[in-house]
């Protein structure tokens, strides 16, 4: 299933929170946000803006890591940027797995494009 939001308070209006498709880590000040799961595998996907100077507070238990170190996303959407951009332009997080999958967060070096995806483990 596929959703877009233009800001968090959409998606939180969305209940998509509270549904665990979008964390509640988000900023408020989230917009843009694109986000793709499957309710068969809790498998998700999520991308969305937040303003450069607003720093991102990750969960504890995320730590950084490689994107070479990291499980692929399961999805394939337009919004999503390509392995090698990934690589080359994003830090990458790897957070505590969640319902037995890999959860990863990466952010762009312009510190405004946050990716977060829940995956089978390789």
Not at 51 to 73: G, H, K, Y
Not at 113 to 121: G, M
Request: hydrophobic residues 40%.
């Amino acid at each position: 299933m596929d959703s877009s939001f233009d800001t968090l308070r959409e998606a939180l209006d969305a209940d998509m929170v509270n549904k665990g498709w979008i964390p509640g880590w988000l900023p408020h000040e989230a917009t843009d946000l694109r986000e793709v799961h499957d309710l068969d595998s809790n498998t998700s996907a999520l991308a969305f803006t937040k303003p450069p100077a607003i720093p991102l507070q990750l969960p504890a238990d995320c730590q950084a890591t490689t994107f070479n170190n990291s499980d692929p996303v399961a999805f394939n959407r337009y919004w999503w940027p390509g392995n090698a951009r990934l690589n080359k332009s994003y830090r990458v997080f790897r957070c505590a797995p969640e319902s037995g999958k890999s959860v990863f967060v990466a952010i762009n070096r312009a510190e405004d494009r946050v990716l977060f995806w829940r995956t089978y483990a390789r």
